[in-house]
């Protein structure tokens, strides 16, 4: 053809590879589903349990969840790219995410990110060579009252000075959260729960009667 | 019924029923990209936003509500009103326009799509002359998403058209929408193409130029092509298509509404199916054998040829041995008027049927995913049975009575050296003619063959007619249900040959011109239940 073209009929997923994830994984997955009507409404826990596990959602990582969620690859691929959370490509140990909206730009946000490239001689989206940092930016981290802000991982760093960068970059800990998880995050599926309960209904009709 | 008053005008429809449905079925022309009939709602491109009358908060009186709606995902219901005509719904419209016209690469010059572009039209009737935008406009990469497809994602107006389709019609899921806000695109996941036995759809559905026909690209502009009402000859489904023709040839198959078979769709195999019209290896010549010596009369010969050879035959040996074999692809005019002429020169001619082509097993779509049982609702059948008439010829032999045979028995009894006599009717697009087929062909003393391509029956034919491609001629074909369908003629048949139906008609004893009515109206007096043909409505251009 005379012009440029992406080819997507180019397979990127080794038919033959080995699977990527874990039998743990898979079957916490699975035990997803039993909280939905749908299987495919499972997809969004697998999707961060995926990225929390290995790190990123590689393409072979979309297929398996596909596999496992009876859904094509596609609709996976469509529903990662959605969320800016997911990363398709190996990121570093932490994330580094950088205010670019308004309260934060006024504030100094640029030159905190500005500081943090060259500390880490790495440009947006990228990671540092020894792969503990990656930075992006996003929108708004709803932290406008303590402009500039900037998030590592989860973490949300407050009023962020250039003469604090440092200290906060060598802090092990600058990624703790002291923020319980949801209830459901390491919950029981439900079907397995749920039979018991049913059962001892059942029960007490029958004695009413 | 619901009465509901669009734009002041009271308008009857179905309840439950988009307002943009009913608005578009008595003639509204509303700007749409997302919304299509035959899928689900997305309500997504707001190009067909409306007014509409609401309960005013305090005082309960009917009042034009402060926001738009929109039409495709507003029901019909009793009492309605809305209206188009308002400024704001036209500043809406001009907005919207705009806003999917910043990117847009204005390349409509070298766009398949153009001519039959709803940006084209939309910009041209609601949009503003020019745009306003002064960044300079995003670029985004060709995609090569499947071997008949081509993705030009900088006109993509992201109406999800077929993605939806590739979801709830083929079921099959390999498009998608990658990113998000400025970034949407439509995709499909590496090495997953889009190869599905239906996908030549979303590029008829598709309201712009970014799905394109890698068969039809670059070879004609659209405006220059005219557009016949046929019925793909594919299998035994009849879908209802559109032949684009230009200088007597045929460039793409689009499928045309029809509610009893086809709705929007038609498969790739019918649709890529017309290439066998224009292969260079066609009979077009009628010919003559006698001995060694070939001969090639014009067609003012023929019926004169062919009824006295007959004759000469029937008088010589008797007419019980005479037989026709009837084809499956021919129309059911085609086969009455063969019918008509065997059985008035030998009465006693014996009918067969000829072989019916089927390949593999009925694909139902959509196809349901892997490991789960076969989908509830089917939307669309693609036939083993490939050929478009073979219900039309047996409901032909049963009311022409006397001895009718199948393919085999006749195969069997010819083989036997029954008949002395055979017209025997090919036009299958596939080589048809088998090993034990072939060897008929020495068994008769007088063999007509009427084929599209030659093989040993018409290296052993007395008499070689040239048969034409179901885009060459007209009559009506009968589907697996039994619907009786019409199909137009598209095109003249190659330098040489003519349309079967004709020479059948004269042959058959009549004088002047074969088209498929006037032989239905004959054939009325003696069949009226053959007669009755269904023709799709037609539906608004606007309404796409």
């Known amino acids: 053809?005379?012009?440029?073209?992406?080819?997507?009929?180019?397979?990127?997923?080794?038919?033959?590879?080995?699977?990527?994830?874990?039998?743990?994984?898979?079957?916490?997955?699975?035990?997803?589903?039993?909280?939905?009507?749908?299987?495919?409404?499972?997809?969004?826990?697998?999707?961060?349990?995926?990225?929390?596990?290995?790190?990123?959602?590689?393409?072979?990582?979309?297929?398996?969840?596909?596999?496992?969620?009876?859904?094509?690859?596609?609709?996976?691929?469509?529903?990662?790219?959605?969320?800016?959370?997911?990363?398709?490509?190996?990121?570093?140990?932490?994330?580094?995410?950088?205010?670019?909206?308004?309260?934060?730009?006024?504030?100094?946000?640029?030159?905190?990110?500005d500081a943090l490239k060259a500390r880490l001689g790495i440009e947006e989206h990228g990671t540092s060579s020894d792969g503990q940092y990656s930075l992006v930016t996003e929108e708004c981290l709803a932290g406008c009252d303590h402009a500039p802000c900037m998030l590592i991982n989860e973490k949300l760093h407050k009023n962020v000075k250039l003469d604090d960068l440092e200290r906060i970059l060598a802090d092990g800990d600058n990624d703790r959260v002291d923020m319980p998880r949801s209830d459901l995050f390491d919950a029981p599926p439900v079907a397995e729960s749920k039979q018991p309960a049913s059962a001892t209904e059942d029960d007490s009709r029958t004695t009413d009667d | 019924?619901?009465?509901?008053?669009?734009?002041?005008?009271?308008?009857?429809?179905?309840?439950?029923?988009?307002?943009?449905?009913?608005?578009?079925?008595?003639?509204?022309?509303?700007?749409?990209?997302?919304?299509?009939?035959?899928?689900?709602?997305?309500?997504?491109?707001?190009?067909?936003?409306?007014?509409?009358?609401m309960p005013h908060p305090k005082t309960r009186e009917m009042d034009w509500a402060p926001k738009l709606f929109p039409a495709c995902q507003t029901p019909v219901r009793?009492?309605?009103?809305?209206?188009?005509?308002?400024?704001?719904?036209?500043?809406?419209?001009?907005?919207?326009?705009?806003f999917f016209l910043l990117n847009h690469p204005l390349d409509c010059p070298v766009c398949d799509q153009a001519g039959e572009c709803c940006l084209q039209d939309y910009s041209y009737k609601f949009g503003r002359a020019e745009s306003r935008m002064v960044d300079p406009k995003v670029v985004n990469p060709k995609k090569d998403i499947g071997p008949h497809t081509l993705l030009y994602t900088d006109r993509c107006v992201t109406c999800t058209r077929c993605v939806r389709f590739t979801r709830e019609i083929a079921g099959t899921g390999e498009l998608c929408l990658v990113q998000r806000g400025s970034k949407n695109e439509i995709d499909v996941f590496p090495g997953r193409p889009l190869d599905n036995p239906m996908q030549g759809n979303v590029v008829d559905i598709c309201p712009v130029g970014c799905l394109?026909?890698?068969?039809?690209?670059?070879?004609?502009?659209?405006?220059?092509?005219?557009?016949?009402?046929?019925?793909?000859?594919?299998?035994?489904?009849?879908?209802?298509?559109?032949?684009?023709?230009?200088?007597?040839?045929v460039y793409r198959l689009k499928p045309r509404y029809n509610p009893k078979v086809n709705d929007w769709w038609m498969c790739d195999e019918g649709r890529f199916g017309f290439k066998y019209t224009q292969d260079n290896a066609r009979i077009i010549k009628p010919?003559?054998?006698?001995?060694?010596?070939?001969?090639?009369?014009?067609?003012?010969?023929?019926?004169?040829?062919?009824?006295?050879?007959?004759?000469?035959?029937?008088?010589?040996?008797?007419?019980?041995?005479?037989?026709?074999?009837?084809?499956?692809?021919?129309?059911?005019?085609?086969?009455?008027?063969?019918?008509?002429?065997?059985?008035?020169?030998?009465?006693?001619?014996?009918?067969?049927?000829?072989?019916?082509?089927?390949?593999?097993?009925?694909?139902?779509?959509?196809?349901?995913?892997?490991?789960?049982?076969s989908m509830p609702d089917v939307k669309f059948t693609i036939l083993e049975e490939k050929c478009p008439n073979r219900r039309g010829i047996e409901?032909?032999?049963?009311?022409?009575?006397?001895?009718?045979?199948?393919?085999?028995?006749f195969s069997e009894q010819a083989a036997k050296g029954d008949f002395t006599a055979a017209w025997i009717v090919g036009g299958y697009p596939k080589p048809w003619v088998e090993k034990d087929t072939a060897k008929l062909g020495s068994k008769f003393g007088l063999l007509v063959v009427q084929d599209l391509f030659e093989n040993k029956l018409t290296e052993a034919a007395a008499i070689v007619l040239p048969a034409c491609a179901w885009v060459e001629r007209d009559g009506s074909f009968v589907n697996a249900k039994g619907l009786a369908q019409p199909f137009e003629r598209a095109i003249s048949p190659p330098d040489g040959a003519m349309r079967d139906g004709q020479y059948l008609f004269e042959i058959a004893?009549?004088?002047?011109?074969?088209?498929?009515?006037?032989?239905?109206?004959?054939?009325?007096?003696?069949?009226?239940?053959?007669t009755e043909v269904y023709e799709a409505p037609p539906i608004p251009a606007h309404a796409h």
């Not at chain 2, 007959?310 to 084809?327: G, P, T």
Request: with cysteine; net charge negative; hydrophobic share 40%.
């Open chain 1, 1 to 113: 053809m005379s012009w440029k073209a992406i080819d997507r009929n180019q397979a990127v997923v080794d038919a033959d590879a080995p699977p990527l994830l874990s039998e743990g994984v898979r079957e916490k997955i699975l035990s997803y589903t039993h909280r939905y009507e749908t299987k495919r409404a499972a997809l969004l826990p697998a999707l961060h349990l995926v990225q929390n596990t290995l790190g990123h959602v590689s393409w072979q990582a979309m297929v398996e969840i596909a596999a496992l969620l009876d859904i094509q690859p596609s609709d996976v691929f469509d529903t990662l790219t959605f969320y800016t959370h997911f990363w398709t490509h190996p990121k570093g140990e932490k994330v580094i995410t950088v205010c670019r909206s308004l309260s934060c730009e006024v504030l100094g946000g640029a030159a905190v990110l």
């Open chain 2, 1 to 53: 019924m619901a009465k509901i008053i669009i734009d002041n005008q009271e308008l009857e429809c179905r309840e439950g029923m988009p307002v943009l449905r009913a608005a578009l079925e008595a003639g509204w022309d509303i700007p749409h990209y997302c919304y299509h009939p035959g899928l689900s709602v997305a309500a997504s491109c707001r190009l067909c936003l409306m007014e509409m009358k």
């Open chain 2, 78 to 98: 009793d009492g309605l009103e809305v209206r188009f005509n308002s400024d704001v719904v036209k500043t809406a419209q001009e907005s919207c326009m705009e």
């Open chain 2, 212 to 249: 394109l026909d890698k068969d039809f690209l670059f070879k004609r502009r659209v405006w220059e092509l005219t557009g016949t009402s046929s019925i793909c000859p594919g299998c035994a489904t009849g879908c209802s298509i559109r032949v684009d023709h230009a200088d007597n040839r």
């Open chain 2, 287 to 373: 010919m003559l054998r006698r001995g060694r010596e070939e001969t090639s009369p014009s067609w003012r010969e023929i019926p004169d040829i062919v009824r006295f050879r007959f004759q000469d035959h029937v008088r010589a040996s008797s007419a019980d041995k005479v037989v026709a074999v009837l084809s499956p692809f021919m129309a059911t005019e085609e086969a009455w008027l063969l019918i008509r002429f065997i059985r008035e020169v030998a009465p006693e001619a014996a009918l067969a049927m000829g072989p019916v082509p089927v390949e593999g097993e009925p694909q139902a779509f959509p196809c349901a995913p892997p490991g789960a049982p």
């Open chain 2, 395 to 409: 409901q032909l032999l049963e009311v022409s009575g006397g001895t009718v045979l199948t393919f085999e028995a």
């Open chain 2, 509 to 530: 004893g009549f004088e002047g011109l074969y088209s498929g009515q006037r032989v239905r109206e004959l054939m009325a007096e003696a069949t009226a239940s053959l």
